[in-house]
């Protein structure tokens, strides 16, 4: 039989980026008594706690859960690697931090598909709200908030200006601040790290949370379903170091799982397509074809160049490298062991015509072109000076799924990301990658170049270059949409108000709600759904 824990207001399922912000903000008061349940452990980790660090947890298990992709025909057949986070924080305690709205029409695009209070003008105040920007205060930037977030241009390696001056040549602006007045051109990125250690939404919000006596937070707690009564939520069953337990719910049961596990749990417990819950036996409390539907994603892709001149290979490549590099980190939490691996980037139109930026750029000033096996090698470059330049696209119109396998929680989902599966997104992505080349090319770039590596200049034909990023892409780990929000319940699977359709007492509060993929990094606006979705919930209690 489950043990039966105590009654709590709520109960957040996932300790992410917006679980964390629901754990803070709920409990704030002192009124209201939260549950956090995290399938994961601690956040207290040294390579977590480092910026540059997350390359050592790109395969582990002890904080990732690793899934893989279905083989995708848009991909060649390979079965992507997709690192989503198995500890407090979540995701936000193993991203690459850089911090990035997304464009206003992005939000505008949500409010006009009938999500009222998600508009740009609606949430801008929430992301003020919640941000210590260290560029300061202005209208688009807070310097209040929980979130701390770093201005790193005086840090950045002297490659960045060579790529700043590149694309300045052709054409491109350099921007200060993606997340002001526009988001077009380039820059370098603010990331959010403070005093030299990463600023997850764990240290942010949940740590603080955790001081509180109404904030009860249980690690390696795997939500296995949700309990109902008739068909309002009322609890969570969850599997806890080979127990089975329950907690109850006084007033609401949020998931906050994200994009893969909060689609999974609400399968798992009962609500998305009827046909697929059948065929595993599991009983239909809702049918809903969208739980799971609409997966959306950003692809991205590298070039990679030799380089005339030193890069950070130099640096982090030898034993004595890694020791100064080490070294400096622990004296003086700075260097680039403190830093994100990408520096520069910014944003373009592949076609003028385009209304807005459709395509995201980054630089690193270092290569990993030969990788050590079961590592992502951002601490093990080339042995030659490197540099790569990366895209992703902002806005595919791609689409895959998120679907249970069995009824058992232990059980992987099926990913299908169906990556490159429109025209358009080939089409974007083969003007994109040329870009690539014309930044390299100019005078700025190529008087530092010896060749390129990859993909190399014999991948000249639009047929070549198509075969190569579908060979070489893959996601840049921003899934969105597979529970969104929308007014009609035939077409989303939670409401404006974050409430799952269908049912009483339940809410999803994660970037899987996004109506459409943002224009950039997706962390920011998790987090930021996160707020609101707080806000909302402290209304309707």
Not at 183 to 197: K, L
Not at 382 to 401: A, I, Q
Request: with cysteine; glycine share 10%; charged share 20%.
């Amino acid at each position: 039989m489950p043990e039966i824990a105590q009654t709590y207001d709520f109960i957040i399922v996932g300790s992410g980026s917006a679980g964390s912000v629901l754990a803070e903000r709920l409990s704030a008061s002192g009124r209201h008594s939260v549950l956090v349940l995290e399938a994961g452990g601690t956040d207290r980790r040294f390579f977590v706690q480092m910026p540059l660090g997350y390359g050592k947890t790109f395969f582990d298990p002890r904080v990732n859960w690793n899934y893989r992709a279905e083989p995708d025909p848009g991909l060649a057949g390979n079965e992507d690697h997709w690192p989503r986070g198995k500890l407090l924080g979540g995701s936000s305690s193993i991203n690459a931090m850089v911090w990035i709205r997304g464009q206003r029409e992005d939000f505008d695009e949500w409010r006009d598909a009938g999500n009222v209070g998600w508009g740009y003008d609606d949430v801008l105040p929430a992301f003020k709200a919640l941000e210590n920007n260290e560029a300061g205060a202005d209208e688009w930037r807070g310097r209040d908030g929980p979130v701390h977030v770093s201005d790193l241009t005086r840090f950045v390696h002297p490659l960045c200006g060579r790529y700043i001056a590149a694309a300045e040549e052709l054409g491109l602006r350099r921007n200060a601040d993606f997340n002001g007045a526009s988001q077009e051109g380039v820059g370098v990125y603010q990331i959010t790290t403070r005093d030299g250690r990463r600023m997850s939404a764990a240290r942010a919000f949940l740590r603080p949370a955790m001081k509180r006596a109404n904030v009860r937070v249980e690690t390696h707690a795997l939500a296995t379903r949700i309990l109902f009564a008739g068909k309002r939520a009322v609890g969570v069953e969850y599997s806890r170091k080979g127990r089975s337990c329950q907690a109850r719910a006084g007033r609401e049961v949020i998931i906050s799982a994200g994009s893969i596990n909060s689609p999974q749990l609400l399968q798992l417990s009962g609500i998305g397509p009827g046909e697929l819950l059948q065929g595993l036996e599991i009983p239909v409390l809702h049918h809903n074809s969208n739980v799971g539907a609409h997966l959306q994603d950003h692809q991205g892709i590298n070039y990679t160049w030799k380089a005339r001149t030193p890069t950070l290979n130099q640096n982090l490549r030898p034993w004595w490298g890694k020791l100064a590099a080490g070294s400096r980190y622990l004296l003086l939490r700075d260097g680039p062991l403190s830093m994100s691996m990408n520096q520069g980037g910014g944003f373009f139109r592949t076609d003028p015509s385009q209304t807005r930026p459709n395509m995201q750029l980054y630089f690193q000033a270092f290569s990993t072109v030969l990788p050590r096996p079961g590592e992502r090698p951002i601490l093990s470059p080339d042995p030659w000076p490197g540099f790569s330049m990366g895209l992703s696209n902002c806005r595919p119109t791609s689409r895959g799924s998120i679907a249970i396998r069995s009824n058992d929680p232990l059980a992987p989902p099926k990913i299908v990301a169906n990556a490159f599966s429109t025209d358009h997104d080939v089409a974007e992505m083969l003007d994109a990658v040329k870009f690539l080349r014309r930044l390299a090319a100019t005078r700025a770039m190529s008087e530092m170049i010896e060749e390129e590596v990859l993909p190399g200049p014999s991948i000249a034909s639009d047929e070549a270059l198509i075969e190569d990023f579908r060979r070489r892409s893959g996601t840049v780990y921003h899934p969105v949409s597979t529970c969104r929000m929308g007014p009609d319940a035939a077409g989303a699977v939670v409401s404006p108000r974050l409430e799952v359709h269908g049912v009483e007492g339940l809410r999803v509060v994660d970037a899987s709600v996004f109506p459409s993929v943002i224009s950039g990094n997706t962390n920011a606006a998790a987090i930021m759904t996160g707020w609101k979705g707080a806000d909302m919930v402290l209304e309707d209690v």
